[in-house]
């Protein structure tokens, strides 16, 4: 059973930082791709940023709503996904989720709640 587990969240002001952090039972080197994706209030779930092509080093792409300011990241070892979030904006006030496809199948953690005030 694939596990993902999300942590980090919390409450900032406008303007600071967060780093979410994704668990994952998986060797996170087997895996093509991983993504951070949110959900705000009555609003759809939405990609901010993904990593594809991991075992070859990984390639990053973004929402345009983050680009510059939101950072993917991995650590092998310790088959972690980061989101590392600068500059945050009351707009990015979201439950944000780590997903992985495996096989076609999506999976997903519970999500961290990440709220930014004005």
């Known amino acids: 059973q694939v596990q993902l587990v999300e942590s980090g969240g919390g409450l900032v002001q406008a303007g600071e930082s967060l780093r979410l952090s994704c668990a994952t039972s998986?060797?996170?080197?087997?895996?093509?791709?991983m993504a951070w994706y949110r959900q705000a209030p009555g609003k759809q779930r939405e990609q901010v940023a993904g990593l594809t092509s991991i075992p070859s080093g990984g390639t990053p792409n973004y929402a345009d709503s983050v680009l510059g300011r939101f950072t993917i990241s991995i650590d092998g070892p310790k088959n972690t996904l980061y989101l590392q979030m600068n500059s945050l904006k009351p707009e990015d006030t979201a439950v944000y989720y780590c997903?992985?496809?495996?096989?076609?199948?999506?999976?997903w953690g519970r999500g961290t709640q990440v709220t930014v005030s004005s």
């Open positions: 997903n992985v496809k495996i096989l076609s199948r999506d999976y």
């Open positions: 998986e060797r996170i080197f087997f895996l093509n791709a």
